[in-house]
Nanobody, 124 residues
Framework: QVQLVESGGGLVQAGGSLSLSCSAS????????LGWFRQAPGKAREFVAS???????YYEDSVKGRFTISRDNAENMVYLQMNSLKPEDTAVYYC??????????????????WGQGTLVTVSS
């Protein structure tokens, strides 16, 4: 069982930056594939980025070059650095974890555990 708690959301102007953090509790954190998803009002939850324990990273096309996912297995943390933010990045951002090495997974039904979400609002 893994429990995830996000932090770091807030209001930022377009072009600005925010850093999201996700703290995980539970055993064998280092063996999980971790991901970030987001859900804008009235839209489905969508994949943003993922990082399996191998350290490879995967991104949704619209955030490539702007967002960076990273993890610290010693601290049971996963991060999402968001730069050059756009109004269309406004959403609730969720941290997620999937058991095992799952490179490239990007659908909600492939992740086993979810955080409660943190709101990111980008003003124009």
């Amino acid at each position: 069982q893994v429990q995830l708690v996000e932090s770091g959301g807030g209001l930022v102007q377009a072009g600005g930056s925010l850093s999201l953090s996700c703290s995980a509790s539970g055993r064998a954190f280092s063996t999980y594939t971790l991901g970030w998803f987001r859900q804008a009002p009235g839209k489905a939850r969508e994949f943003v980025a993922s990082i399996p324990w191998s350290g490879a990273t995967y991104y949704e096309d619209s955030v490539k070059g702007r967002f960076t996912i990273s993890r610290d297995n010693a601290e049971n943390m996963v991060y999402l650095q968001m730069n050059s933010l756009k109004p269309e990045d406004t959403a609730v951002y969720y941290c997620a974890a999937a058991r095992g090495l799952r490179p490239g997974i990007r659908t909600t039904n492939t992740f086993n555990y979810w955080g409660q979400g943190t709101l990111v609002t980008v003003s124009s």
